[in-house]
């Protein structure tokens, strides 16, 4: 199971940016998945997060990004991405992609965390 993040840069306040995660051994569609960020200094946090097509795809975001920010998936690519509208100084962070093929709600999965993970990729919003 690997995961490999990628996407992030510098986008100025207000701006937009899509992080992209491509998987390969396995099958996205048959997991959770997963955005989550860390910022400097601070603990990790469960963004967006989404349950599998057979348990639903039922989606859980962070109120501080609800509106915002959208997890969707691409079966055929195998890849799953995080839309980032109206992007915040406070969104800075480095943002991991996870999956998880584990029966737990996806809400506990978002909080706690999941099983495999990618590399992080930074996301910086400056002027």
């Known amino acids: 199971v690997q995961l490999q993040a990628s996407g992030g840069g510098l986008v100025q306040p207000g701006g937009s940016l899509r992080l992209s995660c491509a998987a390969s051994?396995?099958?996205?569609?048959?997991?959770?998945i997963g955005w989550f960020r860390q910022a400097p200094g601070k603990e990790r946090e469960g963004v967006s997060c989404s349950s599998s097509s057979s348990s639903g795809g039922n989606t859980y975001s962070a109120d501080s990004v609800k509106g915002r920010f959208t997890i969707s998936k691409d079966n055929a690519k195998n890849t799953l991405y995080l839309q980032m509208n109206n992007l915040k100084p406070e969104d800075t962070a480095v943002y991991y992609c996870?999956?998880?093929?584990?029966?737990?709600?996806?809400?506990?999965?978002?909080?706690?965390?999941?099983?495999?993970w990618g590399k992080g990729t930074l996301v910086t919003v400056s002027s």
């Open positions: 996870a999956a998880d093929n584990r029966s737990i709600a996806t809400v506990i999965l978002c909080f706690y965390g999941m099983n495999y």
């Open positions: 051994g396995f099958t996205l569609d048959d997991y959770a």
